[in-house]
């Protein structure tokens, strides 16, 4: 990450600091219009979460405003390098009790000094966590064949999200938001919807979509897994119908680690084979007593990992 303070971008004209939450929560015209900028900042500050600004002297919290003509500026971060159009609107934080901010915190205004406590445990929890399972997932991944585990997990916990990722590049596309999906998913987006806002608690979040020709899509469609599925619904498929459910991937297998679980959007026959529609969303379950998964939890829930969904393509040739 470069120096905060002073940054100036070049391209909007001001000293905004993007970070991975506004990126990710941008609609698809939001972000090309805002594309060139983030892409600046990316090159020469890099993009921080929401979290490493908090209580950072070097920026300046902004709350949202409305503009003179009527058009509302959403809440952001700004370099702190002398007053901004905006200066008027950045609050005086609340107290707790004892003297500390509330504002700085994602705890309410009630909290007492026993939460504050509290969360910042879990806040140093979930930044230890991630930092470990970072190093062990880098280290230990590509030498045992998990590349697109680790590359899965990179999209999570890197500084720049799942933007400007090479992984994506040559395998997928990457869609701002669930709203961008192209019309070949306006039949399976409410159940995109629910599948997201129930891991996530917010749609608003970034997609990948990976093809057919990729290497995670080709690995999928030669497992174990995926010919137990076409098999229990063989009869269905070659009688034409479209099938939906889901399978789980077992072992500790480079598609375990990457996806553990995948539902089926769409499985359907055509000729000698089955195109197969896959959905997952890059979390870890609450509940999962594996220690690694915990520690994963852990990040996810303190802000550390950014979430987003997958969606793979892949084509089944019928034995």
């Known amino acids: ?186 039949p399976y987006k409410t159940k995109i919807k629910d599948k997201v806002k129930s891991q996530f608690g917010d749609v608003n979040v970034p997609g990948v979509v990976l093809h057919e020709n990729s290497n995670v899509a080709n690995a999928i469609a030669n497992s174990k897994e995926m010919r137990q599925f076409i098999k229990d619904h063989y009869a269905d498929l070659k009688s034409g119908k479209e099938i939906s459910g889901s399978f789980r991937f077992n072992g500790f297998t480079n598609l375990h680690n990457a996806f553990g679980s995948l539902d089926v959007l769409s499985a359907k026959a055509q000729g000698d084979y089955v195109n197969v529609t896959l959905l997952d969303t890059y979390d870890f379950n609450k509940d999962d007593p594996n220690p690694f998964v915990k520690m994963g939890r852990s990040a996810q829930e303190t802000g550390k990992l950014n979430p987003y969904f997958t969606i793979v393509k892949c084509r089944y040739k019928l034995r």
């Not at 300046?60 to 008027?88: C, E, L, Q, W």
């Not at 062990?136 to 990722?165: H, K, R």
């Open 1 to 186: 990450m470069g120096k905060l303070k002073n940054f100036f971008n070049i391209i909007s004209n001001n000293n905004r600091i993007y970070t991975t939450e506004d990126i990710g929560e941008m609609s698809g015209n939001e972000f090309a219009q805002n594309e060139k900028a983030i892409n600046y900042q990316m090159e020469n500050l890099g993009v921080p979460r929401r979290n490493d600004l908090v209580n950072n002297s070097d920026v300046i919290f902004v709350h949202s405003y409305p503009r003179s003509d009527g058009t509302k500026v959403k809440s952001h971060y700004r370099s702190k390098n002398g007053m901004t159009d905006a200066a008027s609107n950045i609050e005086q934080p609340t107290m707790l009790e004892g003297g500390i901010t509330y504002n700085d915190y994602p705890i309410n205004e009630n909290a007492t000094i026993g939460d504050y406590f509290q969360h910042q445990i879990n806040s140093t929890n979930g930044f230890l966590n991630e930092k470990i399972l970072n190093f062990l997932i880098n280290m230990g991944g590509y030498p045992m064949n998990q590349n697109d585990a680790v590359e899965l997990w990179n999209m999570a916990s890197a500084s720049t999200g799942i933007y400007n990722n090479d992984y994506i590049r040559k395998n997928g596309v990457l869609y701002n938001d669930l709203d961008s999906l192209t019309s070949e998913y306006a």
